[in-house]
Nanobody, 129 residues
């Protein structure tokens, strides 16, 4: 029984920061891919960042729009995923979703496809004014 629950969303001023958390249960990270997605009103769901912690030593990937501002990380002891968001902009306004894939992260043009992620949290709202 896999459950992902996001927290930490809210409203901040432009230039401010938020830290999102995703508590996972019934799920073993192993070498599987974990990620954050977001969906703004009237837009399709898009990837924000992915992270892997497998035998390759781990790594992360980011959407161009958030590089240098957002950082994805994980705490294996707490089975928790994080997204540190700095220098927030109005264009970051969206519902943010934690997601887990059934396999490895992918590197390339299709680095984070919704169809590759089988488990999703209910989302947490981020508003920037």
């Amino acid at each position: 029984h896999v459950q992902l629950v996001e927290s930490g969303g809210g409203s901040v001023q432009a230039g401010g920061s938020l830290r999102l958390s995703c508590a996972a249960s019934g799920y073993t990270y192993s070498s599987n891919c974990m990620g954050w997605f977001r969906q703004a009103p009237g837009k399709e769901r898009e990837p924000v960042a992915t992270i892997w912690t497998g035998l390759d030593g781990g790594g992360a990937d980011y959407a161009d729009s958030v590089k240098g501002r957002f950082t994805i990380s994980s705490d294996n002891a707490k089975n928790t995923l994080y997204l540190q968001m700095n220098s927030l902009k109005p264009e970051d306004i969206a519902m943010y979703y934690c997601a887990a894939a059934r396999g490895f992260c992918v590197i390339g043009s299709n680095w984070a496809r919704v169809l590759d992620f089988g488990y999703w949290g209910p989302g947490t709202q981020v508003t920037v004014s």
